[in-house]
């Protein structure tokens, strides 16, 4: 899918019922800055205003009753029970490694600045590669576990464009991080602020221009509750949701260029196993979301995630 295949203006309306709550005034959109972004009467948990820009595309959850990063709260027990399972471990090292030696011979050297490197995979799948890695995580938890699975480098802290971190990297990672924090702008500086000249940023995040997605979205606002299944794509620990027209912006903005896009799929193993665990999910049910993601995976145009590969200019 090209960045340009979804026409954010006319796939990407305001989510909701007509009989929901006015829309407020619009704001300046974080990705192309545009003052198109403006509430779409949907809410995420019932609580949580969703945003919609209208010139990018981009959602954006209002939750500003909760400001804190909450850098644990994803890694719960069960959090760390699913990534310490070998099939999932494998199914994400599998992807990582795709990528690291897609961009091998691009990049100015081999160090490898993993932001937000959550259990370590995608460190240690750069290390059997012949980099030179180094993970930053916040999350103690994440942290922890990473150092029990993976003989790798990992620091606890956070990663900003005045830290104390080299400023030579030659490949920086942004696996399913940025949709988390309150500044993306800020993240991406800080990434580029890190890479040598040349250097590649891999970026993967959910693609809210998927055709997945609109169509969940759309599904959505028919108003049969027993077809909305908007709940099940948006999340309170999501900030953010960027279409690739949003993300092209923000990166170009932030010092990138050639800008490129792949699509890629939601790891079903780790969805399986979430089920399971949170939901309590009875084998009938797991078979059957295993049958659907399995056909979801072997069809490309149902991909719903986005990786990025930008290029730091001279």
């Known amino acids: 899918m090209s960045e340009d295949s979804a026409n954010p203006r006319s796939t990407d309306h305001p989510i909701g019922n007509p009989v929901d709550a006015p829309a407020r005034a619009a704001r300046p959109c974080p990705a192309c800055r545009s003052a198109d972004l403006a509430e ?7 609580r949580y205003p969703l945003l919609r820009c209208r010139s990018c595309g981009l959602g954006a959850l209002s939750a500003d009753q ?6 644990d709260e994803y890694w719960t027990s069960i959090n760390q029970r699913i990534y310490s399972e070998p099939a999932v471990l494998a199914e994400l090292a599998t992807k990582y490694e795709r990528y690291f030696t897609e961009v091998r011979e691009r990049v100015p050297n081999r160090r490898f600045l993993d932001v937000g490197s959550g259990a370590g995979v995608s460190i240690g799948a750069a290390a059997r590669l012949g980099f030179q890695p180094l993970g930053v995580e916040p999350s103690e938890h994440a942290v922890a576990l990473s150092r029990r699975l993976f003989e790798v480098p990992v620091q606890r802290g956070l990663v900003s464009a005045d830290d104390q971190l080299p400023r030579d990297y030659g490949m920086v990672a942004l696996w399913d991080v940025i949709e988390h924090v309150a500044d ?12 040598a000249p040349g250097g590649v940023l891999l970026l993967e995040t959910p693609d809210e221009g998927a055709l997945l997605r609109r169509l969940i979205r759309g599904v959505g606002r028919s108003g049969i509750p027993a077809l909305d299944l908007r709940s099940g794509i948006y999340y309170r620990a999501h900030r953010f949701y960027f279409t690739r027209t949003a993300m092209a912006a923000l990166l170009r903005r932030c010092g990138f260029a050639d800008v490129q896009f792949r699509a890629e799929h939601t790891m079903f193993r780790k969805e399986l196993l979430k089920k399971q665990l949170y939901g309590h999910a009875s084998r009938w049910r797991l078979l059957a979301l295993d049958g659907v993601f399995r056909t ?19």
Do not use: R, Y
């Open 66 to 71: 909760d400001s804190g990063e909450g850098f």
């Open 40 to 46: 779409t009467g949907w809410q995420v948990h019932g």
């Open 184 to 195: 993306p702008e800020a993240l991406i500086h800080a990434c580029a602020a890190h890479l």
């Open 296 to 314: 979801l995976k072997a069809l490309p145009v149902m991909a719903n995630k986005m990786v990025v590969v930008a290029t730091k200019s001279a």
